[in-house]
Structures are given as C-alpha cells and as structure tokens.
T-cell receptor, first 113, second 114 residues
Framework: DAGVIQSPRHEVTEMGQEVTLRCKPI?????LFWYRQTMMRGLELLIY????????DSGMPEDRFSAKMPNASFSTLKIQPSEPRDSAVYFC???????????FGPGTRLTVL | AQSVAQPEDQVNVAEGNPLTVKCTYS??????LFWYVQYPNRGLQFLLK??????LVKGSYGFEAEFNKSQTSFHLKKPSALVSDSALYFC????????????FGDGTTLTVKP
C-alpha cells in the first residue's frame, strides 16, 4: 500500500487566493482526519470524518475553512480566502477502526504571502 | 474531556544511555494511549499503543512504554538510545467513549548525542 497520499506537497500562494489541499486515505480505512501543525500552536485537529461523514469540525478555525469527503478515497480541505496566518503544515491521516492508530500522510506545507 | 501533557519540551541523552520521554494524561473513561514519532519534514509515524492488557507495551525500533493507571502516565522508554532516535515525539490519548478523536501532546524533542 502506498500509504496516505497528499497533494500538493508544497503550496505557495498570495493572500486572498483559494487553496485546495487533497488527500487520499489508505484503502479500507473508515476514519479520516485533517490536522494543522505550526510552531506556535503545535498539532491541531481541524476536522474528522467517519465513513465519509463529518463527525467533528470544532477545530476548523473559521468559515474560511471547509472540508469535504465525497467518497471513501478522496478528501479536500479548502481555504478561501487564504491569509498569511494560515501558513502551516497540513496533515491528513486515516485510521481503520476507532481503536487503531492513525496513519499520517507526508503533509502539505502551505505558505501564504 | 481528554488531555495530554508532555512536561519536557526537550530531552537530551548520550548514545547508548537509556532514554525516557514523559507523558501524563487525563480522560473520562478508559484511556487508549499512543506514541508517535516525527522526523524532520515528515508526517507522524506510529510507534506503539496501549488499549488494554499488559501494562508494558513494546513497539517499533526497540521502544516500549508503561501504562500506569494510578499515576495516569504513559512514559516512553528505550534501554539504549541511538543517534537516529533523535526526533520529535508525540503522546496521544483517546477515551474509549470518544469515537475517533485523539488528543495529542505538544511534543518532546529528543536529541541523542554521539
């Protein structure tokens, strides 16, 4: 298995632009998580899905952020409009069952100028 | 509610010496506990977990952790550190009643010097 796949690996954009991050979870995993990592705030859970349904989005910072999971093999995290404070590394992770560990993707490093 | 504390931002050890990275937790209900490692410019990698059973859990790369219910701790240990163990380590907890959502600590940077 190729593991969790994220694209792009790096994204540089200007303030006000729309940014879309993509994630392909490991096949058969029914939980998908989006995290954001910064030096100041550490690792933050933004949202997670179970069987493609959003379960908890309380970590989404504001309405500029949205996430979708149209099917079991694909999820997106969108920021519109982007701001410099959104600069961070965004990780996607998947998990096969509630009690199991999470498998993280390599992350997308987002820089908003 | 659930929370994790990693009291040390940084741990320094000499190669060949034993290492300990500390973690304490708070949950309502029974805890599921995890350790992850992150190398520079990489995603987190799972090391080991405690779900139930034996309090001493063995994981990848020679790491182990001991679940201590009375002290609400889950410290990560290794008998003999390697320079290649230098990385950022995260402890995570999830209550057995909290489907899916784990809470991660702030991380501890481990530096092993030759």
């Amino acid at each position: 298995d190729a593991g969790v796949i994220q694209s792009p690996r790096h994204e540089v954009t200007e303030m006000g632009q729309e940014v879309t991050l993509r994630c392909k979870p490991i096949s058969g995993h029914d939980y998908l998580f989006w995290y954001r990592q910064t030096m100041m705030r550490g690792l933050e859970l933004l949202i997670y899905f179970n069987n493609n349904v959003p379960i908890d989005d309380s970590g989404m910072p504001e309405d500029r952020f949205s996430a979708k999971m149209p099917n079991a093999s694909f999820s997106t995290l969108k920021i519109q409009p982007s701001e410099p404070r959104d600069s961070a590394v965004y990780f996607c992770a998947s998990s096969p069952r509630r009690v199991h560990e999470q498998f993280f993707g390599p992350g997308t490093r987002l820089t908003v100028l | 509610a659930q929370s994790v504390a990693q009291p040390e931002d940084q741990v320094n050890v000499a190669e060949g010496n034993p290492l300990t990275v500390k973690c304490t937790y708070s949950v309502s209900g029974n805890p599921y506990l995890f350790w992850y490692v992150q190398y520079p410019n990489r995603g987190l990698q799972f090391l080991l977990k405690y779900i139930t059973g034996d309090n001493l859990v063995k994981g990848s790369y020679g790491f182990e952790a001991e679940f201590n219910k009375s002290q609400t701790s889950f410290h990560l240990k290794k008998p003999s550190a390697l320079v290649s163990d230098s990385a950022l380590y995260f402890c995570a907890v999830r209550a057995d009643t909290n489907a899916g959502k784990s809470t991660f600590g702030d991380g501890t940077t481990l530096t092993v010097k030759p």
